[in-house]
Nanobody, 127 residues
Framework: QVQLVESGGGLVQAGGSLRLSCAAS????????MGWFRQAPGKEREFVAG????????LYIDSVKGRFTISRDNAKNTVYLQMNSLKPEDTAVYYC????????????????????WGQGTQVTVSS
């Protein structure tokens, strides 16, 4: 079992930046593929970005490519989402999630493949 706690959300103007953090409990963080998801009001939760165990490979949805960067520090049991050039359409609750399937070597966009979830952090981008 692992617990995930997100932080770093807030209110920012369009064009601004935020850095989300997700701290994981336990000693097996480095064995998980990690993902960030978001859910905007009235919409389904969607995949945003993911990173494999070593951090050497990442995946993003098209709408955030070039603006968001996912990274991880396995020594600190933490995954980050640096969000730059934020837009009002990025407004959502952001969740981090952990995929514990040992044989998965690439990032999955399917939220059903993620076993552990944080409580979410609100990101609001004003125009």
């Amino acid at each position: 079992q692992v617990q995930l706690v997100e932080s770093g959300g807030g209110l920012v103007q369009a064009g601004g930046s935020l850095r989300l953090s997700c701290a994981a409990s336990g000693r097996t963080f480095s064995s998980y593929v990690m993902g960030w998801f978001r859910q905007a009001p009235g919409k389904e939760r969607e995949f945003v970005a993911g990173i494999i165990r070593s951090g050497s490979s990442t995946l993003y949805i098209d709408s955030v490519k070039g603006r968001f960067t996912i990274s991880r520090d396995n020594a600190k049991n933490t995954v980050y989402l640096q969000m730059n050039s934020l837009k009002p359409e990025d407004t959502a609750v952001y969740y981090c999630a952990a995929d514990r399937y040992a044989r998965r070597i690439v990032v999955s966009k399917n939220q059903q493949n993620y076993d552990y979830w944080g409580q979410g952090t609100q990101v609001t981008v004003s125009s």
